[in-house]
Each structure stands twice: as structure tokens, then as C-alpha cells.
């Protein structure tokens, strides 16, 4: 099992930044394929980023490509999301996710491949 918690979340103007942290507790981190997802009222969970175990291999969503960063600490336990040029539409609650299984380069994409979720932080963008 393994505990995260998100924070960093806010209320921020557009064009501004914004970094998110997800600490894990629990088994091993760096044995965890780590993503983070969003989800705006109303709408599906969407992916945002992924990362595996040691970092080699990252994925992102189209729109969000360029201006949001993934990384990770294993020695932290900790999964960050750095997020730049905010618009209105990143407006959403923030989750950070978990999954232990896979290989060293598996980036999960989908929501239900995930085991383990944090509660959520949420990001607001005023234009």
C-alpha cells in the first residue's frame, strides 16, 4: 500500500505558475510508476503526465506539452508537477496516482490502470 498526498494547488492568474508535489508514503517509491490526472467539474479524469520508475521515460497530454514538467525524487519520495503559462482551461482538481506494476519503462495513461490515488489539489486559473 502507499499513501500520497498532493499539495501546491491555488488560485493563480493566467500566464503564471504553479508547482505541484505528490508525496508518497508507504512501499518503496521508486518501485511506483507514477502519473498525474485532472479533472474540471463535470468532466472525465483526464491524464496530464506520466513517469516511470526511474525517470527514463515520460508522456504527456497534448495540451499541456511545453509548458507542464513531470519529474520525480525517489530519495523524496515525491513526484512534482511544474506547471507554466497557465491558462483558464488547466482550471481543474489535481491527482496525483500510483501503480506498482509494470517495468522500468512502463508510463501509464489511463486512469483505471492505476492502483493508488491522493485526494486531489485543486488548481484554479483566473484569466
Known amino acids: 500500500q502507499v499513501q500520497l498526498v498532493e499539495s501546491g494547488g491555488g488560485l493563480v492568474q493566467a500566464g503564471t505558475s504553479l508547482r505541484l508535489s505528490c508525496t508518497a508514503s508507504?512501499?518503496?517509491?521508486?518501485?511506483?510508476?507514477m502519473g498525474w490526472f485532472r479533472q474540471a467539474p463535470g468532466k472525465d479524469r483526464d491524464f496530464v503526465a506520466g513517469?516511470?520508475?526511474?525517470?527514463?521515460?515520460?508522456y504527456y497530454a497534448d495540451s499541456v506539452k511545453g509548458r507542464f514538467t513531470i519529474s520525480r525524487d525517489n530519495a523524496e519520495n515525491t513526484v512534482y508537477l511544474q506547471m507554466n503559462s497557465l491558462k483558464p482551461e488547466d482550471t481543474a482538481v489535481y491527482y496525483c496516482?500510483?501503480?506498482?506494476?509494470?517495468?522500468?519503462?512502463?508510463?501509464?495513461?489511463?486512469?483505471?490502470?492505476?492502483?493508488?490515488w491522493g485526494q486531489g489539489t485543486q488548481v484554479t486559473v483566473s484569466s
Open positions: 496516482a500510483a501503480d506498482a506494476n509494470g517495468y522500468t519503462l512502463t508510463v501509464r495513461t489511463t486512469a483505471r490502470d492505476y492502483e493508488y
Open positions: 513517469i516511470s520508475r526511474g525517470a527514463a521515460r515520460i
Open positions: 508507504g512501499r518503496t517509491f521508486s518501485g511506483y510508476v
